[in-house]
């Protein structure tokens, strides 16, 4: 009986050791895996908003997206609405506004990355238009908001107000043109702001030729072009900067 009893208490503690054992390597892999796990900084999350439509079709119209390639270095800073009528208010910067799904957008942000990365430019102010604006659609025969607007939109439409023209956004419908009575930051806009004054404001990208789409890539006269003028830009955001990082 003693014997037997023996035989239990060292099979229990043989067992205890083995769970032990287990328990460990379980804790070391969960250990090792999360050490896998890549911090979603506004770069990488960037970059792979982007990346994501390479090779797909836009469902508006059925074109092929245009391919990007995004460094997980690059210097993207999402901001809010609100975040941007403090910059453009008080502060020093550019502010990009885009959307993923925009094909001029596509095109044109690398280039802007090359010049902020000459210019030793380490962030570029990011607002996604596609979550801060408002969405209008015409529903038999009037003008619907179908999405609402981010807090601080209309703030920054005013701030904007001084570069953004004098027209309002139309929606044209059946023939009919339909006006929202508001004013529009289209896609891609780069907006240079020194000491809370706008200086500088480059909406689209370059001229296309005859053969080309919105899809197509840039030649290497347009990205010259588009070049210049986004190095102008930094150039009049940034005049105290030199080789230092701003």
């Known amino acids: 009986m003693k014997n037997r009893t023996k035989i239990i208490v060292a099979s229990i503690f043989i067992s205890g050791l083995l769970l032990g054992g287990l328990g460990c390597s379980f804790n070391n892999k969960s250990s090792k895996d999360s050490g896998n796990h890549e911090e979603i900084t506004d770069a990488i999350k960037f970059k792979e908003e982007y990346e994501k439509l390479n090779g797909t079709i836009r469902e508006s119209d059925g074109a092929l997206y245009n391919t990007v390639s995004i460094a997980k270095e690059n210097p993207i800073k999402y901001i809010s609405a609100k975040e941007g009528v403090d910059i453009i208010k008080n502060k020093t910067g550019v502010i990009y506004f885009g959307a993923p799904w925009c094909p001029w957008c596509r095109n044109g942000?690398?280039?802007?990355?090359?010049?902020?990365?000459?210019?030793?430019?380490?962030?570029?102010?990011?607002?996604?238009?596609?979550?801060?604006?408002?969405?209008y659609e015409v529903k038999e025969g009037e003008l619907v908001k179908t999405q609402e607007e981010q807090e601080g939109y209309y703030e920054l439409l005013e701030a904007l107000d001084s570069v953004l023209g004098d027209k309002t956004y139309t929606i044209t419908s059946n023939g009919e043109t339909y006006d929202t009575h508001e004013k529009r930051i289209y896609m891609p806009s780069v907006v240079g702001i020194r000491n809370g004054k706008i200086v500088d404001i480059h909406v689209g990208t370059v001229n296309l030729n005859e053969d080309q789409t919105k899809y197509s890539a840039l030649t290497t006269e347009q990205y010259d072009e588009l070049y210049a003028r986004y190095?102008?830009?930094?150039?009049?955001?940034?005049?105290?900067?030199?080789?230092?990082?701003?």
């Not at 030793?120 to 596609?130: K, L, P, Q, V």
């Not at 190095?231 to 701003?246: G, M, P, R, W």
């Open 109 to 135: 942000i690398q280039v802007l990355f090359d010049v902020a990365k000459k210019k030793n430019i380490d962030t570029i102010y990011y607002i996604d238009m596609d979550k801060v604006r408002n969405i």
């Open 231 to 246: 190095e102008n830009l930094f150039a009049q955001t940034f005049v105290s900067c030199n080789d230092n990082k701003c």
